[in-house]
């Protein structure tokens, strides 16, 4: 055994480290408490724009709103496989902080999460109802007309998917095999769903809503499927966009 003395606490403990500093979890999660409280970057202090737009899209698909017990107050949270953009959102929202990096379980990568305390900004998602389990109860906000396609990247750029769908069918006894680029949006609140499905028409893009069929499975998802709606979409997100997910876009091109 080893002697140490607290750092947080001054107490003297005995440990089977040689090299620890605290004497319990509780001294060592409260120490430097300052240095965890810096302010980070607002994304919705002022009038939104393109870019706050997109990240409100990322926060209602692949964000969170949770409470951190060890500094008393509620986090954001976006979490993605894809370091590079959660680079470019830790630059513009929590220059301050590290980029946090959690290896899947099943050994397949990586995922990277960007933290955000900022009071402003948690004040922004509890009025516009985000709260810590918002999947099946989200709806859309309300935005300028001219944001919405932004703040529809960032969703799609979190729990949207552009995949071939393959089809064949027999006529006079010949098989002829058909392939179609179609685009899924997934969500477990069928409010959302609706209200998605409606702000696509009034860009001419048509949608149709799909339950999940298996049991225990409370999701939706709006697909498109016409091919002019999957070329009207592609314009409609990617248009002058500055921010979205690489990958994916580089798949979009491929398949249209």
Do not use: W
């Amino acid at each position: 055994m080893f002697c140490g003395i607290c750092i947080k606490c001054n107490k003297e403990f005995e440990t089977k480290k040689r090299n620890q500093k605290f004497c319990s979890k509780s001294c060592a999660n409260s120490f430097n408490t300052s240095a965890r409280k810096i302010e980070d970057n607002s994304v919705f202090k002022t009038k939104l724009n393109k870019l706050s737009s997109y990240i409100l899209g990322l926060i209602y698909s692949d964000g969170c709103l949770s409470y951190d017990r060890h500094t008393k107050r509620k986090r954001i949270t976006i979490s993605m496989n894809e370091e590079e953009l959660i680079e470019k959102l830790n630059r513009i929202m929590t220059p301050n902080k590290k980029v946090y990096k959690y290896k899947h379980p099943m050994g397949r990568g990586y995922t990277y999460s960007v933290i955000s305390t900022n009071p402003i900004d948690v004040k922004y998602l509890l009025d516009i109802g985000i709260t810590e389990r918002k999947s099946s109860i989200v709806s859309m906000p309300k935005l300028p007309r001219n944001l919405m396609r932004h703040f529809i990247r960032g969703y799609f750029d979190g729990d949207g998917s552009v995949y071939i769908n393959r089809t064949s069918t027999y006529y006079n006894g010949i098989k002829k095999n058909y392939i179609y680029t179609n685009i899924s949006f997934t969500t477990g609140s069928n409010v959302f769903a609706e209200q998605l499905k409606l702000v696509l028409s009034l860009f001419n893009i048509e949608s149709k809503i799909v339950k999940d069929s298996r049991q225990n499975h409370k999701c939706f998802y709006v697909k498109i499927y016409k091919k002019e709606c999957v070329k009207n979409f592609y314009n409609f997100i990617y248009t002058d966009a500055e921010y979205y997910l690489k990958r994916k876009h580089s798949k979009f091109i491929e398949m249209i």
